[in-house]
Structures are given as structure tokens and as C-alpha cells.
């Protein structure tokens, strides 16, 4: 290898932070029509917005002027501007809002796609890898957003996942839309037999009422010949209109109308008195945001069974917050409690613990039971009572499941559900519940429903052939087809919920996870409403439109299903990738949902596809070859933490060395890690610097809403940080600690300096500052202690004197307001206090964000939380995937919820009232806050010899940093707030109150 210095990429000197996290966060609020998200379900999936500034910026040199490097950017990120548009505040109230969005760039969604600046982009990637397409691979492409943004960008991609539906994802996503785009075909014949249909394909995919009429092509204004897309569209439809005949008398209508979705529980027999009890959390069955619409169960016992009336209008009480909430909460009261279930019959009103629920779950003693029907009605969406007829068609004899499976492949689905357990496998509980195949997650109902629509989805396989199309379109139309089917199965589970605040279905995987639900929600697959297969269609219809476009310039991908541990043959210039992080998401397990139906849908259709569906469950791990799935899962490991941790870390470091050796010379590695944990990615990070490579810079982008359950999950961070690493020259010598420290010192201030000119603050400042400092500490194979002979300085503490300069150089620069004075000297807990309170005030924080902090103070979680009370775990999840409007059921939550405790709040002085505040405990001095603190408790107190005697025997009144400190907490606190009396009383009576004019910059 040369030893040349390389050119820089633009990466690897600036990169438009704020508009790549604008432009994400935009593509996972804004309308998803067409996004690939929507396309099948796969768990944390990257933006695209994020992969397409971060493949542009790696694939293009550095301009090296700063004028040039600036119109470059905008070009390729565009403007940030703040328009103010009317909205309403949390009372309903109209108002002004100011929001930052983009302007211009072609990163943001819906946009970007059809900027012209792609074309100069394309062009100019082309130029900068010596004229010809870069070629890119990304060896965990899961839901391939980074592979689909390479193609878009003109390179020759390589998508690499090991999970077989994430490989069929990735066909549907990169090959068979490559492939056809550009290409058309006649429409089939019964195209024009179906008016809704004719009329959808006549109006580019828009629904218009054909009551009664019928059409013939021409007259409707068709094509003669059409794209994949409207193929899809119309075999879609022909699988409906067969499903239709078949399922239509399971599904009754009552006057005119087919309700939308069915509400169930799942019942126990009560030990009592044998009554049937619904298992229900709450009896609100709609409670919406804005109280249009408020509507109740009420259960009446009759015998052993218990009936449901409906009461709509419930009305609102006359209180407000947390009265009202209390009043609901009351009102609302299910059967079921943290104590286990309550028999509703006046007589009896035993509880069952949980205990004897899951003994029940587990025998298959559980029931279900209907007890509501949701219509579309003039005003909305409205709940009434099952019928008989409704309660009659839903039931379903074992053998007429059994006989609607015989024409499907491998039969109905009794492949095992994942267990339980810790770690990974915490995302699991409907095994614990007798759920242990994964035909059990349905009713006989959805079961019958499944297999019909597909049974007609390989009918239609096999009649497109009649039809005459070629072998390529009918794979890719089938394929298509099979992700409808996806979605609908995903609304068709035991475990998808009915939010009762947007009104709409809860897929499975709202949340990654598969928790027991207790009561549930029936889509009914052939009304029109969201979640149902039409509104399906639709879905995955617009997104091949968009893939036809996306692929329209763009060349053949290479897709593989394969290890990343076993690496490819040929040469690439750039690798980005985000992989998998430690427990995050068991995403094998999850997906393995999808995986027992595609199998079935797809058995027989291509030999490709049957090899690559041939087992019975996605691959784990293979303990005889050492290699598989990579995730920190205890449970493949005989429970053994060690050896499954170990074993994730040493597969990622091979991953790692074979991307090495798949790089050019010259080539960029770029990483993605969004793990909460320091720790987690500096092992990672420490992997990478084996494998041989420089770090030579990092981005924290912006991924996630900060209000999802997914940023606020155990492992998950709102930022997810880009790590641009190249390949170490093959002569780098071992470093010297106080040389690579050194050379770190000399550089940050400046890179400091600049990303805090360039707005980055908060934690994101943390993991910007860490990249660019590492370069010097990975630059070598070995970094050796000069004065230890034979130790080395290993990764964790390095970084962890990067933070500490960072930290302080934060500390100094907020508090002293006009300086850029770094702090030294201040005690980690005080430290970790002052960064806190500036960044969150007293509002909750999210947790990634703290430990962040605590880790980069020297401290631990636990030490913030319990050791120093500085934080109490407010239990907040910040606003679940449940409680938003979600319909289009794309990528949700990237881990199995937390639980209590995501969010933290700091303590304020008067809540921390532990005896022990401010006083030195063995081998822990008070740290400086503390003793503020404690002497706010005696002045207020009026205990004014106290006081003194305590800042004598401390020496505080001779401590500038104490006096610094009381100053700085003075500015923090609110203007009028008894706190900031206090604490200026406190200043009064030492008499270090400075005039005014002096006040700033004094501080530190
Ligand atoms: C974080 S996800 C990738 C998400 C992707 N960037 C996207 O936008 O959808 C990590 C992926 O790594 C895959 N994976 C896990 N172990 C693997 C291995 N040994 N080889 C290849 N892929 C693996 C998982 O199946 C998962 O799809």
C-alpha cells in the first residue's frame, strides 16, 4: 500500500449536520407515501435522508477552499430557514410556530428525489473516482437505504444481509425495480371488469367511485402499455376480488356497511364462580386527543358470560389535567390490574393473580371474546356492539383452518415462537403465554383469511403465466404481492392494538417487540380502511413508483445473503454501513413473523427463492461454523452474558477486518452506531482500529424524533453517530500515550471551536468532538505508555480524556458566556451538574443523553441516579408510538420499550435533602454543588452560624472556583424563583456579589 497522503474527503472536514438532521427527522414525520419505510417492515432503518448527505459527502473529495467548500454544501443540503406558520399550542389554542426546515439541497424527502443537482451529484462522484461508478458495498443493508441511496447516486452496490427476509426486502427494494425500470406491458385483460381498479389506473393510482359502471381500456383512458407499478396494482386487485368471493360471508355487513376492525379480549375462566372474563386493561374503547370523541365498554354479567354495551358521547368532566385524567382513568377501570384479573359479577369479585392467568395462557385454557365493531360512519369512526352474526362468522372449526392451509406449502405455521428471557430475547413475552408457534399469534379468523389471500397471491403466479408475461415480471409482480400480503399480516395478529387516541390499528411491530396483548384489534381485511389489503395496495404501489424513478439511471446491484464475517470477493472504493448494536433488536427472531409466511407465499416461485427460504426459521447463530446473526443474545449462548457478548464483539471485529480487506487503498469506511452506551461503541470503536483502520472523523445526525419510544429505548439515542474511518498506512509504527495526547490536545481546540461556532451543542457536541480526536490515537496499530513499560493505552481511556476536555471546554464556554475559557479543576459531580442544568433545566431528559454526560464526567449512571440523588427517574416515555396518529404502520420503535424510567429529571435543591448532603463521605469528598446545596438548606433555615461555621471549615469563602460556581448557579436560576434568592442571599452574605458590569466575566 502507498503511503501517500491521501486527499480529504468532504466527510472528513465538513458535513451539513443540522440540514442532514432536519431532512431526517422531516422523513419520518412527514406524508411516507412512496418511502420505503412503508414498503415492509424492517427494524431501524436508516433515513435516507442521512444516508444520501453521508454517501455524496464520502464519495466527494474535499474542495479545500472555503468558499468552494461552502456552495458545495448548500447544494448538496441547502438553506435552514424558520418560517412562521399557524398552528396551535398544547390547549388548542391557534398560534404562531417557527420551525427550521431546508430549502433547497437534495436531501429532503419528496424533494431532493427530484432535484436536478442529483445529475450534477451523479456527475461529480463519477469525476471524483476517476471517471468511472464508485463501487459501494454495505455488508448489513437490512431495510437497504444505504445501498438504495448509492444506486441513486450512480455507484454499483453490493447489499449484504444475513436475514432471509431482509434479502427478499433488499430485492424488492434494489433488483427487480432496477431491472424493470423503464420497461412496460399491456394490462391484463380483466383489468377493465373491475371498475375501481380501471378507474385507479386511469387516475395515476387515485381512488374515484365506479359504482356499477363497467369500462373498456381505452375508453378509460388507459395506456397501452404500463409500468411494474400499475402490474401490481391490478394483480393485487385480482387476488381481492378472489379473496372477496371466498372470505366475503366471514366478514357481514349491516346496512350496507362492513365494519373496519373487530375489538377483542382474550378471556379466563374465572376460579370462583366460572364466570368468562374478558381481559381488559381499560374500557375506554376511543378517547381522542381533542375530546370529539369519547366512547366506553360497559360490561353487564349474564350467567357465566359476560355482555358488552357501547356508550359513545361519554361526557367530559368538568375538570382539567390531572384531575381529568384521574376522573378518565377511574371511569375507564378494565378487569385487569398489576394484582391480576377481577371477575366483573357483583358476587364474586375475586381477583385471579397473574400467575394463574399464565397457568391458564399456557394450557391453552384462554379464550377470546368479540367486544366491539368499528364502522366508517358520516362523522367519523364509530363502535357499536357485535351482532349475533358478527359473533357467529368469526368462529372457526380446527378443521376448517386445517383444510384453508392444505393448499399452502409446509402447512399452517407451527414453527416455534422465540423465548424469553434477558437481553435480546427481553422483546419476547408471548411464548411465557402458551403463544409458542407462530400460527397461535392469529385467530382461526386472520389464520383462514392469511392462507386465502395466499392461496390467490400464487394463483395469480401461475395465471400471469396464461397471461403471458415473462418469467422476470411475474417474480417481480408476485414479489410485490407478497409484500402486500406482509402488510396485511402485520394488521392481522392477536398482537396489534387498537389506539384508541388516533383510531386507527397498531400493527404487530409498532413497537419491536412481541409482548402479550390482552385485548386486541381484528382488522377486517376487505373493507377499505387503513390497515385493510386494498389500503395495502396502495402502499406498496407507490413505493415501486418511487423505485422505478429511484432506479432509473442507476446499474445492477450485486445482492448477497450472507455473513458479513465472511466478506466478498471483489474490490470496492467506499463501504457504508450501520450494524448491529449488541441487544438492541433481535431482529432475526422478530422478522422470523414475516419469515414462516413469505415462505409459504413464495415456496416454488424461483429456485433462488427457495434456497433462500429453505429452513424453517431465519439462521441464529451456528455454533459448528462459528458464524450467523450478530447480536448480543445470551440465550444462544447457554445463557452465558460473557460468552454472548464476547462472541457479538469478536464477529463484529472479523466483520470488520473482512471490510478491510473488501476496501481499496484509498477506499472510506463509514460506520453508523446509535447505541446509548459510550462504552458499547468504544469497543466497537476498538474493533475498528484493529481491523486496521484511522478514525478519522464523526458525525452525530439526528435520526429520530426525540419523542418516540424508540429514542428514549434501553440502547437507542436520538443521534445516530457517523464514524468515517480510512485504511491505516502499512508502515504506522506504535504511538507513545503522551506523544498521541499531545498531538489530540493540539488539534481539538480548533475542531472545538468549530463545531460550537457551527451551533452543535448538547451530547452531540460530545460525539462530534470524538472522530476528529481520535484520529491521532488510531493513526497508530498499538498506542504504548511511555512511562509503564510493556502497558498500552487501550481506546476506552483515551476517549475518556478526549470527553473530559470536552466536557470542560463545555462547562467553561457556556458559564463564562463570552470566553472560551476551558474549566479545570471543578469535581466530576459538579461538573456533570452544571452541563446538566444547562442543557435540560429541570425538564425531563432523555437518559442516552445523561449517561452520555455521567460517562464523560468520570461517572457512572448509577452514581448520578443513587450514589450523589442528583436525578430521579421520572418513569416518562415521552409520548409512545401508541398515543400518535401512525397509519401508514412503517419502521416504528427501534427496541423493546424500557419500561419506567427512560426519562430523568434533575433534583432541585430542596429536593435533595439527604443528611449526608455536603458532607465528606469515606474516600468521597462533597463535591462543591453539594455543599452549595446543603448551605442552602441551612440558610433557609435562618440558621446564619451554621452557615458560617460551615464555610469556615471548608475554607469556602477563599475559593474562587466556590464563588464561581454560586455566581454561575445565580445566572442558571429562574429570575423571581426562590432558588435564585437564596443563592443571591447567600452571595449578599459573603459579600462576593461583584457590580454588575463584572458579573460575566468573573465567571470561570
Ligand atoms: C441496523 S440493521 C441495518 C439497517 C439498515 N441500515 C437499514 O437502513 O434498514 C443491522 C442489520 O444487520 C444484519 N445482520 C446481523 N448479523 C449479520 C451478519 N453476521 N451478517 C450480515 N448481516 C447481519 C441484521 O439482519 C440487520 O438487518
Known amino acids: 500500500m502507498s503511503d501517500e497522503p491521501k486527499k480529504s474527503r468532504l466527510i472528513e472536514v465538513a458535513f451539513p449536520l443540522k440540514q442532514a438532521s432536519l431532512d431526517s427527522l422531516h422523513e419520518k414525520s412527514a406524508g411516507r407515501a412512496g418511502h420505503i419505510s412503508t414498503l415492509h417492515i424492517w427494524p431501524a432503518r436508516r433515513p435516507l435522508a442521512a444516508s444520501r448527505a453521508a454517501l455524496i459527502a464520502t464519495l466527494l473529495n474535499d474542495p479545500g477552499d472555503p468558499g468552494e467548500r461552502a456552495r458545495l454544501l448548500e447544494k448538496l443540503a441547502g438553506r435552514i430557514v424558520s418560517p412562521t406558520r399557524r398552528g396551535r399550542d398544547s390547549e388548542g389554542q391557534r398560534i404562531d410556530v417557527s420551525k427550521q426546515e431546508t430549502v433547497g439541497g437534495v436531501l429532503h424527502w419528496g424533494r431532493g428525489e427530484h432535484s436536478p443537482d442529483l445529475d450534477f451529484f451523479r456527475e461529480e462522484i463519477r469525476k471524483a473516482n476517476g471517471g468511472r461508478a464508485p463501487r459501494m458495498l454495505d455488508p448489513f443493508s437490512g431495510g437497504g437505504a444505504i445501498p438504495l441511496e448509492a444506486m441513486r447516486l450512480g455507484c454499483e452496490a453490493t447489499a449484504v444481509d444475513i436475514n432471509p427476509v431482509a434479502w427478499f426486502v433488499l430485492k424488492c427494494t434494489l433488483d427487480l425495480p432496477q431491472k424493470l425500470a423503464g420497461q412496460t406491458r399491456p394490462l391484463p385483460g380483466f383489468v377493465s371488469d373491475i371498475p375501481e381498479l380501471a378507474n385507479q389506473l386511469a387516475s395515476g393510482g387515485g381512488r374515484r367511485s365506479t359504482k356499477g359502471k363497467r369500462h ?120 385487569m390490574s398489576d394484582a391480576g384479573v377481577t371477575c366483573p359479577k357483583e358476587s364474586c369479585r375475586i381477583t385471579m393473580p397473574m400467575e394463574d392467568i399464565r397457568v391458564d395462557a399456557r394450557s391453552g385454557a384462554l379464550g377470546h371474546q368479540l367486544i366491539a365493531a368499528v364502522v366508517d360512519g358520516p362523522s367519523g369512526k364509530e363502535y357499536r356492539s357485535p351482532t349475533p352474526a358478527e359473533t357467529a362468522s368469526a368462529a372457526f372449526t380446527v378443521e376448517e383452518v386445517e383444510a384453508a392451509f392444505s393448499a399452502i406449502p409446509f402447512g399452517l405455521p407451527r414453527e416455534s415462537t422465540p423465548k424469553g428471557g434477558n437481553g435480546a430475547s427481553r422483546a419476547f413475552s408471548v411464548d411465557g403465554y402458551g403463544l409458542d408457534q407462530w400460527g397461535k399469534l392469529f385467530l382461526p379468523r386472520q389464520l383462514v383469511s392469511l392462507a386465502t389471500f395466499a392461496r390467490h397471491t400464487r394463483r395469480a403466479h401461475a395465471e400471469m403465466a396464461s397471461a403471458g408475461y415473462p418469467a422476470e415480471w411475474r417474480l417481480a409482480i408476485t414479489s410485490y404481492l407478497a409484500l402486500v400480503f406482509d402488510r396485511l399480516a402485520n394488521q392481522s395478529s392477536t398482537i396489534a392494538r387498537w389506539n ?128 450467523g446473526e450478530l447480536i448480543d443474545d445470551s440465550s444462544r449462548f447457554e445463557g452465558s452474558k460473557d460468552r454472548s457478548k464476547q462472541n457479538y464483539e469478536d464477529g463484529m471485529a472479523r466483520a470488520f477486518k473482512a471490510c478491510h480487506e473488501a476496501l481499496t487503498d484509498d477506499g472510506r469506511l463509514v460506520i453508523v452506531f446509535a447505541h446509548k452506551h459510550p462504552d458499547a461503541w468504544e469497543t466497537l470503536a476498538a474493533a475498528i482500529i484493529r481491523a486496521g483502520f484511522v478514525v478519522d472523523a464523526s458525525w452525530p445526525i439526528q435520526t429520530e424524533r426525540a419523542g418516540r419510544a424508540r429514542s428514549l429505548s ?291
Open 500 to 627: 384508541k387516541n388516533g383510531q386507527n390499528i397498531e400493527g404487530t411491530f409498532a413497537r419491536f417487540a412481541l409482548p402479550m396483548v390482552w385485548d386486541f384489534v381484528e382488522v377486517n381485511p376487505l373493507s377499505s380502511s387503513s390497515g385493510s389489503y386494498r389500503n395495502s395496495i396502495d402502499w406498496i404501489v407507490q413505493v415501486v413508483e418511487h423505485l422505478l424513478e429511484a432506479h432509473a439511471k442507476s446499474s445492477p446491484p450485486q445482492i448477497l445473503r450472507r455473513s458479513a464475517i465472511e466478506g466478498i470477493t471483489t474490490k470496492v472504493d467506499v463501504i457504508v454501513t450501520d450494524p448491529p448494536y449488541y441487544d438492541a433488536i433481535p431482529y432475526s427472531d422478530l422478522m422470523d413473523f414475516f419469515y414462516v409466511w413469505l415462505r409459504r407465499v413464495l415456496h416454488g416461485l424461483d429456485p433462488e427463492y427457495d434456497d433462500v427460504f429453505a429452513a424453517p426459521l431465519a439462521p441464529k447463530w451456528n455454533h459448528a461454523t462459528a458464524d
Open 714 to 1004: 434501553s440502547a437507542a439515542l436520538s443521534s445516530s453517530i457517523w464514524l468515517v474511518c480510512r485504511k491505516r498506512p502499512a508502515l504506522a509504527r506504535p504511538g507513545w500515550d503522551n506523544r498521541v495526547l499531545e498531538e489530540m490536545r493540539a488539534r481539538i481546540y480548533t475542531r472545538l471551536n468549530d463545531f460550537w461556532d457551527a451551533g452543535i451543542r448538547g451530547p452531540d457536541f460530545v460525539w462530534a468532538a470524538t472522530g476528529p480526536a481520535m484520529e491521532a490515537y488510531s493513526a497508530h496499530p498499538v498506542v504504548k505508555k511511555a512511562n509503564e513499560p510493556g502497558l498500552t493505552m487501550g481506546v476506552n481511556e483515551f476517549l475518556g480524556q478526549v470527553r473530559r476536555i470536552v466536557v470542560d471546554y463545555v462547562v467553561g464556554r457556556v458559564l463564562s458566556k463570552d470566553g472560551a475559557e476551558p474549566i479545570t479543576g471543578l469535581d466530576d459531580v459538579t461538573t456533570y451538574y452544571l452541563l446538566h442544568r444547562n442543557d435540560f433545566g429541570f425538564e425531563d431528559a432523555p437518559i442516552g443523553a445523561c449517561i452520555l454526560y455521567a460517562v464523560s464526567c468520570g461517572l457512572s449512571d448509577n452514581d448520578v441516579t443513587d450514589t450523589y440523588d442528583l436525578l430521579a427517574r421520572t418513569g416518562g416515555k415521552g409520548g409512545s408510538a401508541s398515543e400518535e396518529e401512525d397509519d401508514d404502520g412503517s419502521d416504528a420503535d427501534e427496541g423493546p420499550g424500557e419500561g419506567a424510567g427512560s426519562k430523568v429529571r434533575l433534583r432541585s435543591w430542596d429536593q435533595r435533602k439527604r443528611k449526608s448532603l455536603g458532607l465528606d463521605a469515606t474516600g468521597r469528598p462533597a463535591p462543591l454543588v453539594d455543599q452549595v446545596h446543603r448551605l442552602m438548606h441551612l440558610w433557609k433555615a435562618g440558621d446564619v452560624n451554621k452557615v458560617e461555621e460551615y464555610l469556615e471549615a471548608r475554607s469556602l469563602k477563599r475559593n474562587q472556583t466556590f464563588h464561581k460556581l454560586l455566581q454561575a448557579l445565580i445566572e442558571l436560576a429562574e429570575a423571581g424563583s426562590e432558588e435564585r434568592a437564596m443563592l443571591e442571599s447567600l452571595s449578599n452574605h459573603l459579600a462576593i456579589l461583584p457590580a454588575k458590569d463584572n458579573r460575566q466575566r468573573d465567571l470561570f
Open 216 to 335: 373498456d381500456q381505452a375508453a378509460l383512458g388507459l395506456q397501452e402499455t404500463s409500468p411494474l407499478s400499475a402490474h401490481v396494482r391490478a394483480w393485487a386487485h385480482w387476488v381481492l376480488r378472489a379473496a372477496e368471493k371466498d372470505l366475503g360471508s366471514r366478514y357481514p355487513t349491516r346496512h350496507g356497511t362492513p365494519p373496519i376492525a373487530y375489538l377483542w379480549a382474550r378471556t379466563v375462566v374465572c376460579r370462583n364462580c366460572r364466570t368468562s372474563i374478558p381481559l381488559l386493561k381499560t374500557r375506554w374503547l376511543c378517547k381522542t386527543r381533542d375530546n370529539s370523541r369519547r366512547v366506553l365498554l360497559a360490561l353487564e354479567v349474564e350467567g357465566k358470560a359476560v355482555k358488552f354495551s357501547v356508550q359513545s358521547d361519554v361526557p367530559l368532566p368538568r375538570s382539567a389535567g390531572a384531575q381529568k385524567r384521574e376522573h378518565d382513568r377511574k371511569l375507564g377501570v378494565g378487569t
